[in-house]
């Protein structure tokens, strides 16, 4: 109940005033029935703009920390990101990848949409950066079709260590659904889950119009949070 409050009355307003939002596509996105989508990584409000000009709701994977502070504000925090519908998933450890699985099949397994970013965080630059296999392996795994979408202008109004959002206008695009069934069977070999994650970074790629960077976006963040360039981080490989 809360998710479509939020989404049609307390912010929903809000952020159509702000970002005058479009969505191109949305007939790609099936009525009911489980599926993947896969999204750019552009900013913070990516994963409210997103819900909002989606009619059916979408689920994503959240880091615990965002559930597990003390106090008042995490108790409010916790309320807020279970209600707009993120699911924590522990990201420390060598079982973080599995927990991620188990709690995305889950999400699917119910019939419902569950979205991921494959960049893993947000992109420092605008710039599309090389996406990670978890994605690939859990469409492999459970056989469901994966939804390309592009976020496009929702850096220009949640610029990287920004907090008043500035007006602007962004547009949803939706690709064509990715089928990979003909790669069943074959979910825990590398080099096809490569292959996939490389399929789906390029279809984000043409939606969206962004430079593709075959990097890792991680690892250009440094340990103070600032950032090095792509190109410092090529030249040093």
Same mark, same amino acid.
């Given at each position: 109940?809360?998710?479509?409050?939020?989404?049609?009355?307390?912010? %929903?307003?809000?952020?159509? +005033?702000?970002?005058?939002?479009? *969505?191109?596509?949305?007939?790609? *996105?099936?009525?009911?029935?489980?599926?993947?989508?896969?999204?750019?990584?552009?900013?913070?409000?990516?994963?409210?703009?997103?819900?909002?000009?989606?009619?059916?709701?979408?689920?994503?994977?959240?880091?615990?920390?965002?559930?597990?502070?003390?106090?008042?504000?995490?108790?409010?925090?916790?309320?807020f990101?279970?209600?707009?519908?993120? *699911?924590?998933?522990?990201?420390?450890?060598?079982?973080?990848?599995?927990?991620?699985?188990?709690?995305?099949?889950?999400?699917?397994?119910?019939?419902?949409?569950?979205?991921?970013?494959?960049?893993?965080?947000?992109?420092?630059?605008?710039r599309?950066?090389?996406?990670?296999?978890?994605?690939?392996?859990?469409?492999?795994?459970?056989?469901?079709? $994966?939804?390309?979408?592009?976020m496009?202008?929702?850096?220009?109004?949640?610029?990287?260590?920004?907090?008043?959002?500035?007006?602007?206008?962004?547009?949803?695009? $939706?690709?064509?659904?990715?089928?990979?069934?003909?790669?069943?069977?074959?979910?825990?070999?590398?080099?096809?889950?490569?292959? $996939?994650?490389?399929?789906?970074?390029?279809?984000?790629?043409? +939606?969206? %119009?962004?430079?593709?960077?075959? $990097?890792?976006?991680?690892?250009?963040?440094?340990?103070?949070?600032?950032?090095?360039t792509?190109?410092?981080?090529m030249?040093?490989?």
């Open positions: 109940m809360w998710y479509f409050i939020f989404k049609y009355i307390l912010m %929903g307003p809000g952020l159509r +005033l702000m970002g005058r939002p479009t *969505i191109e596509g949305h007939d790609r *996105i099936p009525k009911s029935g489980s599926a993947l989508i896969a999204s750019n990584h552009l900013a913070v409000v990516d994963s409210f703009y997103l819900p909002l000009m989606v009619r059916r709701r979408i689920f994503f994977l959240a880091k615990s920390e965002y559930f597990t502070e003390g106090g008042f504000k995490g108790k409010f925090k916790k309320w990101f279970s209600s707009s519908g993120q *699911i924590p998933i522990d990201r420390s450890g060598a079982s973080a990848a599995a927990g991620a699985l188990t709690a995305g099949k889950r999400v699917l397994d119910e019939g419902r949409l569950l979205c991921l970013y494959p960049e893993g965080t947000r992109s420092p630059d605008g599309l950066y090389k996406g990670k296999t978890g994605l690939a392996r859990m469409a492999l795994e459970t056989g469901n079709p $994966v939804i390309p979408i592009a496009v202008g929702t850096d220009r109004i949640n610029p990287p260590g920004t907090i008043l959002p500035r007006p602007t206008r962004i547009t949803v695009r $939706v690709g064509e659904p990715l089928d990979f069934s003909r790669y069943e069977g074959m979910a825990g070999n590398r080099f096809i889950e490569r292959a $996939v994650t490389d399929e789906i970074m390029y279809a984000l790629m043409r +939606l969206s %119009g962004q430079q593709y960077v075959d $990097v890792y976006a991680q690892k250009l963040k440094n340990d103070d949070g600032t950032y090095k792509a190109e410092e981080v030249d040093n490989a």
